[in-house]
């Protein structure tokens, strides 16, 4: 190595950087004052003009979110109410229909008394008809017969004793005999 070299490479290093320019990462207090200065205004800017953008944003749906919330509790409130009135409104319903229908079956049941009581009673007034319409035929018919068995009584007599009775004598014979023939 020449001398030059030699006394370039001894020269300490802090020489070295002092005979240079001043470098970014050297250490002045201009440059401090300037970085605060610089870091005070970008922190001012941005707060002004990013920060309380932000936190409005964040604080406006952070109340988006537990307004949601509360509404979402209350909803599911407002369901199980629902729910439980749905229920007893169900149950209400139901008792009711049922109450409805027993009363319903028991007013069949007495129209159905009522129509056997009233079936009954057509019966027994039919029976009582028929039966005086048997009686009445029954009359009728033992009248003709005890007339027909006079008449043959008389007609047998007249027979048997033929020219000796007179017409009023058979008519009051005849008469006779069907008063005292009953076919009961």
């Known amino acids: 190595m020449t001398t030059e070299t030699q006394a370039v490479t001894e020269q300490p290093v802090s020489e070295h950087h002092a005979s240079e320019a001043p470098g970014v990462l050297d250490f002045s207090g201009q440059m401090v004052v300037l970085t605060w200065v610089a870091f005070a205004i970008a922190a001012a800017l941005l707060g002004k003009f990013l920060w309380k953008p932000i936190l409005s944003f964040v604080e406006a749906r952070e109340t988006e979110i537990k307004d949601a919330l509360e509404d979402a509790q209350k909803a599911r409130q407002a369901a199980a109410t629902a729910d439980a009135e749905a229920a ?97």
Not at 132 to 151: F, H, K, Y
Request: no cysteine; charged share 40%; proline share 1%.
């Open 88 to 184: 007893k409104t169900r149950e209400t319903a139901e008792r009711e229909a049922r109450a409805y229908a027993e009363e319903q079956a028991a007013v069949t049941r007495q129209h159905i008394a009522q129509l056997e009581e009233e079936a009954r009673e057509a019966i027994a007034q039919r029976k009582q008809v028929a039966e005086a319409q048997l009686d009445a035929e029954r009359e009728a018919a033992l009248r003709r017969l005890n007339e027909r068995a006079g008449a043959e009584i008389a007609s047998a007599l007249e027979r048997m004793l033929p020219g000796m009775l007179t017409e009023e004598q058979r008519q009051s014979y005849q008469e006779k005999i069907a008063a005292d023939i009953r076919f009961r």
